[in-house]
Nanobody
Framework: QVQLVESGGGLVQPGGSLRLSCAAS????????MGWYRQAPGKERDLVAS???????NYAESVKGRFTISRDNAKNAVYLQMNSLKPEDTAVYYC????????????????WGQGTQVTVSS
């Protein structure tokens, strides 16, 4: 019913920057929360940052001051600007959206993107 398409991942040197983008499409009535998660090999998938429809943000402690999440409600899009990247930021990054689905009796579901690889290495 809803699809999330991500872009912007890649290889970057320590201290560099990347900007991730994610756009949601489909049977969307509204999206309360959008966010980014990441998962490194052998580790759990953890929240990186989230943002509500009203613009309230939350960040993992490890990325505060370095990453910035933003949102374009008109485009159903969310972005993650990643600065001062560190090797420990290397992971697959997943877009997530808390969607009220108009084709599922307006129930709320979490949808996930396919993931995009971010590698920080010298």
């Amino acid at each position: 019913q809803v699809q999330l398409v991500e872009s912007g991942g890649g290889l970057v040197q320590p201290g560099g920057s990347l900007r991730l983008s994610c756009a949601a499409s489909g049977s969307i009535f509204s999206i309360r929360v959008m966010g980014w998660y990441r998962q490194a090999p052998g580790k759990e998938r953890d929240l990186v940052a989230s943002i509500t429809a009203g613009g309230r943000t939350n960040y993992a402690e490890s990325v505060k001051g370095r990453f910035t999440i933003s949102r374009d409600n008109a485009k159903n899009a969310v972005y993650l600007q990643m600065n001062s990247l560190k090797p420990e930021d290397t992971a697959v990054y997943y877009c997530n959206a808390d969607v009220t689905d108009r084709r599922s009796w307006y129930r709320v579901y979490d949808y996930w993107g396919q993931g995009t690889q971010v590698t920080v290495s010298s």
